[in-house]
């Protein structure tokens, strides 16, 4: 989590961001990071489960569950509320770090909606009518292993070969958009990568107990699903909110998703002290308060629906080949887009032009 904040505050590695520039101003820095983190990741999975580091069949992305409806609508709905509230949950941990008061209010009505989605007065709406529209399959849900099933090919060397074109594919891109890269878009996607692959060796295997004292069965221990995790922010923050509230309740403890949150947090402020960067930013007007609480709600109600936020399922997700993270991600895109034109279709009425492209280092 320190690390990830660090990584996220010096080279502004933002989801939100890369979507924005590429449709705004075909701006490629931030897209070619989120890409390298998404290539470096899918490899350090594949490595991770040939070297027997990683049981991927027991994470949510590789669940036999294809929850479609969920992953389609939490995308779009969280997609839209990251433009609203001016970034998702791991880039407002980033700019809380860095002093902004605005991103603290959306990260504390993001836990406050995730919570509400996971067991609270929006759970029946996502459990009855979304998470009971699903699709059962044969096997693990992502794109090598339902290649594999279709076609008969051998399903370990599919998930390589996909990892390979992933990964080949992002290095393509930035290397084609080099001219317009700076050195951190570099290190922000990689770094972000190689996190992920860390998130899920601590998880995955250091936290895997073959055979449970009390149950005697397999076991996950410190994540809040009870299954391997990689690098997600939605439920984490419900989490935070329950350990906060409930501290002197036993049963509730620090989970790993929680820890990473508050390193982000911290990191953050340490890089941006370090950077000179810290600075204390509010609401410049009362009308900015509206837009950013509204995103808020639905990146909390769309991250958990969705089985993940634009990190856990655009990063993470994808890097684990899952179909239910490309769902996901398909809706967060076009729900960003359809943001971006609703706000772009409300500056040309009050006659406000297209803001001028960002610096690459930006």
């Given at each position: 989590?320190?690390?990830l904040?660090?990584?996220?505050?010096?080279?502004?590695?933002?989801?939100?961001?890369?979507?924005?520039?590429?449709?705004?101003?075909r701006?490629?820095?931030r897209?070619?990071?989120?890409?390298?983190?998404?290539?470096?990741?899918?490899?350090?999975?594949?490595?991770?489960?040939s070297?027997?580091?990683?049981?991927?069949?027991?994470?949510?992305?590789?669940?036999?569950?294809?929850?479609?409806?969920?992953?389609?609508?939490?995308?779009?709905?969280?997609g839209?509320?990251?433009?609203?509230s001016?970034?998702c949950?791991?880039?407002?941990?980033?700019k809380?770090?860095?002093?902004?008061?605005?991103?603290?209010?959306?990260?504390?009505?993001?836990a406050?909606?995730?919570?509400?989605?996971?067991?609270?007065?929006?759970?029946?709406?996502?459990?009855?009518?979304?998470?009971?529209?699903?699709?059962?399959?044969?096997g693990?849900?992502?794109?090598?292993?339902?290649?594999?099933?279709?076609?008969?090919?051998?399903?370990?060397?599919?998930?390589?070969a996909?990892?390979?074109?992933?990964?080949?594919?992002?290095?393509?891109?930035?290397?084609?958009?080099?001219?317009r890269?700076?050195?951190?878009?570099?290190v922000?996607?990689?770094?972000?990568?190689?996190?992920?692959?860390?998130?899920?060796?601590?998880?995955?295997?250091?936290?895997?107990?073959?055979?449970h004292?009390?149950?005697l069965?397999?076991?996950?221990?410190?994540?809040?699903?009870?299954?391997?995790?990689?690098?997600?922010?939605?439920?984490?923050?419900?989490?935070?909110?329950?350990?906060?509230?409930?501290?002197?309740?036993?049963?509730?403890?620090?989970?790993?998703?929680?820890?990473?949150?508050?390193?982000?947090?911290?990191?953050?402020?340490?890089?941006?002290?370090l950077?000179?960067?810290?600075?204390?930013?509010s609401f410049?007007?009362p009308?900015?308060?509206?837009?950013?609480?509204?995103?808020?709600?639905?990146?909390?109600?769309?991250g958990?629906?969705?089985?993940?936020?634009?990190?856990?399922?655009?990063?993470?997700?994808?890097?684990?080949?899952?179909?239910?993270?490309?769902?996901?991600?398909?809706?967060?895109?076009?729900?960003?887009?359809l943001?971006?034109?609703?706000?772009?279709?409300?500056s040309?009425?009050?006659?406000?032009?297209?803001?001028v492209?960002p610096?690459?280092?930006?």
């Amino acid at each position: 989590g320190l690390a990830l904040g660090i990584v996220g505050q010096a080279s502004r590695f933002c989801i939100r961001g890369a979507i924005a520039d590429w449709v705004i101003f075909r701006g490629p820095a931030r897209l070619a990071s989120w890409l390298l983190a998404i290539g470096v990741g899918a490899l350090c999975v594949q490595g991770l489960v040939s070297g027997g580091m990683l049981d991927a069949t027991r994470t949510i992305g590789w669940s036999g569950r294809l929850a479609w409806l969920s992953c389609a609508v939490g995308g779009l709905l969280f997609g839209y509320g990251m433009i609203l509230s001016g970034g998702c949950p791991q880039r407002c941990l980033v700019k809380a770090g860095s002093g902004s008061l605005k991103a603290m209010v959306v990260l504390v009505l993001v836990a406050i909606a995730a919570l509400m989605t996971l067991r609270g007065a929006f759970a029946g709406l996502r459990v009855d009518y979304l998470d009971a529209t699903a699709l059962p399959l044969a096997g693990p849900q992502d794109l090598g292993g339902l290649l594999s099933r279709a076609s008969g090919v051998g399903a370990a060397g599919l998930r390589w070969a996909l990892a390979g074109l992933i990964a080949a594919g992002a290095f393509a891109f930035a290397w084609r958009a080099r001219q317009r890269l700076d050195a951190v878009h570099w290190v922000g996607g990689i770094g972000v990568g190689l996190l992920l692959g860390v998130a899920l060796f601590i998880t995955g295997h250091l936290g895997f107990l073959a055979e449970h004292p009390e149950t005697l069965e397999s076991a996950w221990l410190g994540t809040q699903s009870r299954r391997p995790e990689g690098l997600s922010f939605a439920a984490p923050m419900a989490a935070a909110l329950d350990l906060l509230t409930l501290w002197t309740d036993r049963a509730t403890v620090l989970i790993f998703g929680v820890a990473v949150a508050l390193g982000v947090l911290v990191g953050s402020h340490i890089s941006a002290r370090l950077r000179g960067e810290f600075r204390l930013e509010s609401f410049t007007t009362p009308g900015e308060l509206a837009p950013h609480s509204a995103g808020a709600l639905l990146m909390g109600f769309g991250g958990v629906t969705a089985l993940g936020c634009s990190v856990g399922n655009g990063v993470t997700g994808l890097a684990l080949q899952s179909a239910g993270s490309v769902l996901a991600v398909a809706g967060i895109v076009a729900g960003a887009c359809l943001a971006l034109l609703v706000q772009d279709r409300h500056s040309a009425a009050r006659g406000i032009g297209t803001p001028v492209a960002p610096s690459a280092s930006r």
